[in-house]
């Protein structure tokens, strides 16, 4: 069946891809030799062998029941290879207006493209957003031997029942909430990137929210092909790995280009001039070297990602944010109108705004305590700062030095250990100062993940051709985020040393941020006197003068985000 695939290909445009070698090897038991020949490129060069690989994978995958097989085209469509007119069938609403990439397809086979997407819509009713859908299709086009094959092995993909396993997004809250989980590992992952996006762009976010068409769209074939071996063995994540590896790659090339000079531009320019870059990727980049940079990014495990994404999904739900709608900008959450704190400028906010985790960088701030109206007082920051989760700390030293923490726990839960300072919180927690530069410092085991052991904190990609690997206690959980243990809690990680998890503390005689032979901060009960050292927690400087008087303190909530 796979010599026969091709039919949709213009052959004058895939180089040195063999139309009609043997096969070669197709059928893997071996779950590790299977991943190292997709992440390797051996199917690359043998049109044929790709082909049989990717029918074995398809066919192997756990679908619903009832899922559309190729005879179920051939009655609706008829046994067809024809040279369809795309506009015969016109792309569903739920692909958001996304072309059919060209893909070395023939000019005629992108109406064929359109026909099998036409059928799914008319066959998976549920879908309301998937603007991947047709870079997807289009690919597997590549080597289907007939339409109808290539809608089946579609629907397969659609229909994967697999637990803790998903393909394609389907709705826009699925949509959202992956595109806020890559706005987060960008933020952790990528942080040079990260400051050019907020340098140069007005609405970061709607800059992230192209991310998966920069992987399925706007990638050459060559590369996009490559993606999609590994995409088809180890699922969903290589398409963040893929992207984070491409904003990596444009950050060099801009910063290279523009020097020092960096404007701020309407997003729409950044986002045409990311496309544009990854469009011409080829021109600057291999394959192999977007590949090698993909997998040198030290990603958490599939089962922090899922938590991390089911997490954004809850936010978006509970701000009623389910289908598509122009999105609030973030920049204006914290605009100078409605935003007046005594230490910091509205300006200032906005950069440490686009340090926090997506799902709460929605929100708007709320000033919910300050030592110049509420006093000088632990029990009064207490009492205003409870039920709010997350709360942002700012301090300014009567020296005029600025820092303070991110912190994504209730102070409330300190109760639990009664009056004895027992650590809390997750990892989701930093602290940053703000002079000589603004400078954020993360949990240490985000950088540094051999801090765990590697039973735990091993990435699942190790299981990743069976797709099962850590995930079969989030099956249940799945359905009720709000049963979910937080992202990134210390439990999830079998740590080397406590020293590396303490991430708040408090009790009636102090407070401290960060531990581990060393407090990132500690301020004591008036409020008045504070400490900064370095700590094995978050691997900081001190923030400001190690010894310092505070000369006013904030604490700002996020306002629609209370504690659960």
Known sequence: MAADCGVFVDWSQMGDVSHDAAPGKTEYKDLKELKQHARSGQWAKNHSQRSAVYQQLLKALPCRTVTPDAAVYRDIVGNSNSKCNPSAYPLPDFVDGTAVPCYCL???SVGSVHAVISCIAGQFPDISHCPSLPAVTALLLHWSVDEAQCFESVSRMLACNEPGRHLLDQTFLAYQSACMTFGDLVHKYCPAAHKLMVATATDVLEVYSDWQRW????LPFSFAARVMDIYMVEGYKVLYRVALA???????QRSAAAGSALTKQDSAAVRSDIQAFVQNIGKSVTPEKLLEKAFS???FSRKEITLLQLANEKSLQQKGITVKQKRQNVQLAVNADNFSSEIVSAKEIRDIWSWIPERFALCQPQLLFTTSTHGCSLNRFYSHCEGYEPTLMLIRTTDGEMCGAFLSTDWEERKRGGNKLS????GECFVFRMKPEMERYEWVVIKHPELANASQAADDEQTGANNNGG???LEKPATDPSHLSPFLSARHFNLNSRNTSMFMAGNIDSIIIGGGEGNALYIDSELNHGRTEQCLTFDNP???AESFQIALLEVWGFKDAMAS
């Open 423 to 426: 650590f809390f919180g997750t």
């Open 106 to 108: 023939k000019a005629e």
């Open 542 to 544: 001190p923030l400001c």
């Open 471 to 473: 995930l079969q206690s």
């Open 297 to 299: 990014i030290r990603l």
């Open 246 to 252: 491409i904003l990596k790659f444009y950050r060099k």
């Open 215 to 218: 992987v399925l769209g706007d």
